[in-house]
Structures are given as structure tokens and as C-alpha cells.
């Protein structure tokens, strides 16, 4: 058995050579992803055993609940948006490394990744399978998959990527069971919970791969819905999901983060974003910056030295990071007024502009 440790050094020596991206010509043009040859979204029985063979697993075979309430259709609806989404992510980092493309080429190691990666994407397979499985058994439609555009040219912030939407993942699924339990859909927690288990084993494979502890925090981060919708629609092309306007879920406007490589001290953060996204200029000394992080009551902060730049508005707000120890994932949200907000769903709903996204560990 390889060490892991020097298995991890020696990924991360390999990455700093990243060579400049190449358009491919013979995969995915026009970010179209799907059908998958193997006949996924809609695979046949065959097909459908073939991907648990590579999954190493099946899908749940027992039947689901009698009945779902309306919340709970809207959870099956995103985690089916949500997985569509990883699996043409994954479908195409599994094609760039197996091709070897520049900057993904692992050298000592790769068979062990791709061994990995593959069976990631046929996990996700029937994650989406179950999902929409599901929404069909309720005689809601399927969702169906939107063509997609992914901001990494290179195997390590592509596992970057990976591990931050897989946190988002993780903070979102707590919502989607909350919610569930909330509405009396007590018979599909334990499906979810035990995605969240396979989500956080992936999560510590990409830590291993970016030289970084597996488990990040006591209590990982919360989410809420619509924050992950957001998050996923900033990865597809507008205008190409075919029925995301069958989800009835927020998409609040960007919020970005300035601040680059985000060490683990308190410090001033600095954010932007768009004019017009935040309403007129009188509100602006009503809106806050609000941190969720871990299980702990979201962190309020008020902007400083706000500065308008043509249409671009940049401010920054105080990061406590040694009060709280915010490692792992931190939610970052303006919100109209400055609570207090007992927890993230309350933020959610006071939000203007987010998520942004903050991984420290
Ligand atoms: C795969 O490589 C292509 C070409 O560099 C790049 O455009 C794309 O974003 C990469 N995708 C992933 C998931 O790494």
C-alpha cells in the first residue's frame, strides 16, 4: 500500500506545473454534457446496473414514502439540479485526467485518483438516479440538466472546486433534512443522511489531494437552500436549464470575494460587488455582512470604507476568525438590516447578495 502522506506531497509538487489550458475538440463542445455514453440521465436497466458496478453500490431499493409535502418536493428538486451538475463535473475531470490533458497529468499517483474520481461520478450517478427517481414516483417531473461551464483549467483548483461545492454540499443536505423533518418527510432522512456520509468521505479525499487534514471541523458548516442554488447556477450557461424554473428557490445576486488565499488569523476582508444589485445608494448603511459558519450563530459585521467605483461597490467588513475558529467552509451573505439572525435560514431570508465562499483549514 502507497503512504498517503507522500502520495499527498507528492500531488501537490506535480500540480505547481500546470501548463496553460487547450480548447478539447473531441469532448463536450458547447458545454453539453449529457446523455453520457452510458445512457445516463436516462440510462436503461442494463445501463443502470452497469453504473453501480462502478459505483460499488446500488441505488436504495426499498419503496419510498406514500406521500411528500410540497417542501419536499423542492429538496428532491435541487438535489437532482445539484447532482446533474456533479456528475457533468466529474464526467469531465475524469476525461482530463485520463487523457492526460495539460495540467492533469498526476504522474505517480494517477492510477489511484482515477480510480477514485471514477467511482465518485457513478456515485453521483444514482445520487441524481434516486433523486429524480423520486420526483417521478411523486409525479413531479424530473429536472432536467443545463449545460455547464467550469472556471478550472488545471487538477489542483479543479479538486479546490470540488472540495468547496462538496462543503456547500454538505451544508445544504442538513437543510434539505431539517426540512424533511420539519414537513413530516421523516422516510427519506435516512436516504439523505446517508449521502451526506459518502459526501464526507469524498471531502477528505480532496483534502488529502490539496495537503490538507480530512476532517476539517467538529460540526461542519450549515446551509440553506437557496444559497446552494445560487451557487450551482454560477457553473451553469444562462438560459440552458431546461425546468430549473420549476424549483421555487431564491437566486440572490453575486457577492464577490476579494481577498485572496485567506489565512487563518482575524483580519478585515475585502468584498464587491454590482451597484445596481444592491438597490439604491440610501440603503447601503442598512446592510450588513453576515458569516455562517459551523453550527454557530451566524456573525454579524457592518461594511467599511465602502467605495463606489463606476457600477462596482467595494467594501470590507471584519473576518473574527480567533473568536470563533472559522475553519472549514464559511457562508459569507449581505443582508438587508443586522438581525440579530438565530440561525442560517434567517439570514437566507434577509439576503441580498451572496454566497460568497470561504474555505480555511
Ligand atoms: C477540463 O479541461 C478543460 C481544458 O483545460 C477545461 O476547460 C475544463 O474546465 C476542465 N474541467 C475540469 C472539471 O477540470
Keep these: 500500500m502507497r503512504s498517503i502522506i507522500s502520495f499527498a506531497t507528492f500531488s501537490l ?4 506545473w500546470a501548463a496553460p489550458a487547450r480548447k478539447r475538440a473531441d ?18 436497466a442494463d445501463q443502470i446496473k452497469q453504473i453501480q458496478k462502478q459505483a460499488f453500490g446500488t441505488l436504495p431499493n426499498g419503496a419510498p414514502p406514500a406521500s411528500i409535502s410540497t417542501d419536499g418536493l423542492t429538496n428532491l428538486k435541487l438535489l437532482a439540479l445539484n447532482e446533474l451538475f456533479e456528475v457533468a463535473f466529474f464526467t469531465e475531470l475524469v476525461y482530463n485526467v485520463t ?7 498526476l504522474g505517480y499517483g494517477h492510477e489511484y485518483v482515477l480510480d477514485e474520481l471514477n467511482a465518485i461520478v457513478a456515485q453521483e450517478q444514482l445520487h441524481a438516479l434516486n433523486a ?4 417521478q414516483k411523486f409525479n413531479a417531473g424530473p429536472i432536467q440538466p443545463c449545460k455547464y461551464s467550469f472556471p478550472v483549467t488545471d487538477f489542483q483548483s479543479a479538486i479546490a472546486l470540488a472540495a468547496t461545492f462538496t462543503d456547500v454540499v454538505l451544508g445544504t443536505l442538513q437543510d434539505v433534512n431539517q426540512i424533511f423533518a420539519k414537513n413530516g418527510d421523516d422516510g427519506l432522512v435516512r436516504a439523505v443522511s446517508s449521502v451526506i456520509g459518502n459526501e464526507g468521505e469524498q471531502e477528505g479525499f480532496y483534502h488529502i489531494l490539496q495537503n490538507k487534514r480530512p476532517s476539517t471541523l467538529p460540526f461542519l458548516t450549515t446551509g440553506v437552500r437557496d444559497f446552494a442554488f445560487t451557487a450551482i447556477q454560477s457553473f451553469t450557461i444562462p438560459g440552458s436549464c431546461p425546468n430549473i424554473n420549476t424549483i421555487p428557490l431564491k437566486t440572490f445576486k453575486p457577492l464577490n470575494i476579494l481577498t485572496t488565499d485567506i489565512k487563518p488569523v482575524t483580519q478585515n476582508l475585502k468584498f464587491s460587488f454590482k451597484k445596481a444589485d444592491a438597490g439604491v445608494a440610501d440603503w447601503w448603511d442598512q446592510l450588513s455582512l453576515v458569516y455562517i459558519n459551523q453550527q454557530n450563530v451566524p456573525v454579524v459585521k457592518s461594511l467599511q470604507n465602502t467605495v463606489v467605483h463606476g457600477d462596482t461597490v467595494t467594501f470590507e467588513a471584519a473576518f473574527p476568525f480567533d473568536e470563533f475558529e472559522m475553519n472549514g467552509l464559511t457562508i459569507a451573505a449581505v443582508t438587508k438590516g443586522a438581525g440579530p439572525f438565530p440561525n442560517a435560514p434567517a439570514v437566507a431570508q434577509a439576503a441580498i447578495l451572496g454566497p460568497g465562499l470561504i474555505e480555511i483549514s
Design 99 to 105: 487523457n492526460k490533458l495539460p495540467g492533469y497529468d
Design 132 to 135: 429524480n427517481g423520486a420526483l
Design 27 to 44: 469532448f463536450l463542445p458547447d458545454g453539453q454534457y449529457f446523455p453520457l455514453a452510458n445512457g445516463f440521465p436516462n440510462p436503461s
Design 13 to 16: 509538487a506535480t500540480l505547481t
